[in-house]
């Protein structure tokens, strides 16, 4: 039930991820090439409508680097009046994604293909910032070394409004001369149809798909990082992409460009108390009224001070944990991610995203040509399902795991053993899981997160040698911890009785095990 204390939440979450978001707004909408203002109206009219109709109660809806990689390109080629006409197309194919219950395909993304896409998103917006780099260096690398200081010093406060302000204070003061921003305008356009001929429609067709695919993809990534910080929390995901799809169908009304589900700021939106949808509503009326009052101030922004926003945002994309996890892991998968990553710098961002798949589809065929040779086919559920084990004590349950463990099982696996809220331990029994990707190893670390959360312990048995030797290289053995991985399954249940037995001390040490 919605009260006066949700409101109070969702008021403060708003105004603080606004904060956020508006600098972010600016030099995307910039770096666009439709205008600075373009990134603000997409701000409000995409957030507010992606925020009520949406599939996640937490999602904030704004412009991104992505979608701007591929605006400049269609603003350079067609014009800006297209680049908001293919904008809307792109919501209309969204909500057609929505209705066609698509939303459960990011599943079949692998992790490897994700993280090259989005750091080679993040290159082509470093490289589209050359210009104005290239003509204030100073100015750009005084922005990005300010950030980065803050944000060390102070990583709770809104860094990139706050690097924005003084930079532009410090240039004032000095009496740098260098481009600005220019006029903004201090309110909303009244909604108008961008101009279309049946030939424009046909010719940004596959813009307007890109624009699409992207902003699905970009979109649900941010909603499920959402369910993750938020254990209660399940998005809709085609509720998400009709939300999605209506947000952009609205926005280039207003004159607002192409927008998606923004990863940071829905996190800033959680960490800063959101309870319901409301939060992105505020989000956008915030940054209405921001506008409304600040348009002078905001005019007096350097060009080169969003570009080193930019650059810093584009920095911060490039997944650098997941980049190591992946040289850690799998070289085939980092070949993977490295080829989508040159496919998207050099060619374009759907190639680069089938060109990815197909590789990754190739990749997961070679290693299944190679499991026949240790494969006992007695052993292996066809269904590759996860099979419940009943155990004496319903404090504790078993789950058989069987068959390779690869990215389009991640999200079920997951799924179907955190479905048990009062149990206290769960043994997942890994005998018959011949391989295991990095996806699904992430997915293991987040089995044991969320079981911790809900005061459950994991315990891990069986495991063969090569998937334990690729846990143990990411660092995953060690957050589930050694004392938690048995080579047999009746080890693990032993283990688990004597701890039930203690209740007031669960031992932390295989040498506090061997004692109990």
């Known amino acids: 039930m919605y009260n006066l204390k949700s409101f109070r939440h969702d008021l403060v979450a708003g105004i603080t991820v606004a904060l956020v978001a508006l600098p972010m707004a600016l030099a995307f909408g910039y770096a666009s090439g439709v205008g600075a203002a373009a990134g603000l109206y997409s701000a409000i009219a995409a957030g507010i409508v992606a925020s009520l109709f949406g599939g996640s109660r937490f999602q904030i809806t704004g412009p991104t680097g992505g979608m701007v990689a591929v605006l400049v390109l269609v603003v350079s080629k067609y014009g800006v009046e297209q680049a908001l006409l ?3 197309i792109a919501g209309v194919i969204q909500v057609a994604f929505g209705y066609a219950k698509l939303g459960k395909l990011i599943k079949y993304i692998p992790f490897s293909v994700v993280t090259g896409f989005t750091a080679g998103i993040a290159f082509v917006i470093i490289l589209s910032q050359k210009a104005i780099i290239t003509k204030a260096p100073a100015v750009v690398l005084v922005t990005i070394i300010l950030s980065f200081l803050i944000r060390y010093l102070w990583p709770k406060v809104p860094v990139s409004l706050i690097t924005v302000i003084a930079v532009t204070v410090i240039i004032e003061l000095l009496h740098v001369p260098t481009p600005r921003l220019g006029a903004i305008p201090a309110t909303l356009p009244l909604p108008a149809l961008p101009e279309f001929s ?4 046909k010719e940004l067709f596959k813009p307007a798909l890109i624009l699409a695919s992207l902003g699905s993809i970009e979109s649900l990534l941010s909603a499920v990082v959402a369910d993750g910080m938020t254990p209660d929390e399940h998005h809709d995901s085609n509720r998400e992409l009709i939300g999605q799809g209506l947000g ?6 207003f004159g607002g460009i192409a927008a998606t589900g923004a990863i940071a700021r829905t996190a800033v939106n959680i960490k800063a108390g959101a309870s319901t949808r409301i939060s992105g509503v505020i989000h956008g009326l915030t940054i209405l009224a921001l ?9 007096k922004i350097p060009l080169a001070v969003l570009a080193g926003v930019l650059v810093v945002a584009a920095i911060r994309m490039i997944e650098w944990e997941n980049i190591v996890l992946l040289y850690k892991s799998s070289r085939d998968a980092l070949a993977v991610m490295g080829l989508t990553l040159a496919v998207t710098v050099f060619v374009d961002l759907i190639t680069a995203v089938e060109v990815g798949l197909i590789a990754a589809g190739i990749l997961f065929i070679y290693r299944m040509s190679n499991l026949g040779i240790y494969q006992d086919e007695s052993l292996i559920d066809e269904s590759n399902s996860c099979e419940i084990a009943v155990d004496t004590d319903p404090r504790i349950v078993a789950y058989r795991i069987d068959g390779p463990l690869f990215f389009g099982a991640a999200e079920r696996f997951i799924k179907t053993t955190t479905a048990h809220p009062k149990i206290n331990f769960l043994i997942l029994r890994m005998r018959r899981v011949p391989i295991i990707d990095t996806t699904s190893i992430l997915a293991l670390l987040s089995i044991h997160k969320q079981l911790k959360r809900q005061g459950c312990q994991l315990l891990v048995s069986g495991l063969q040698e090569n998937v334990a030797e690729k846990i143990k290289a990411t660092g995953v053995w060690e957050e589930i911890g050694e004392e938690n991985i048995f080579a047999w399954t009746r080890d693990a249940k032993i283990a688990a009785q004597n701890r039930l037995s203690e209740k007031i001390h669960i031992p932390t040490t ?7």
């Open 510 to 516: 295989r040498n506090e095990l061997r004692t109990s």
């Open 248 to 253: 952009n169908i609205v926005a280039p009304l």
């Open 198 to 201: 049946l030939n424009s429609l």
């Open 86 to 88: 293919a904008g809307l």
């Open 291 to 299: 506008m409304v009052f600040l348009s002078p101030l905001v005019s």
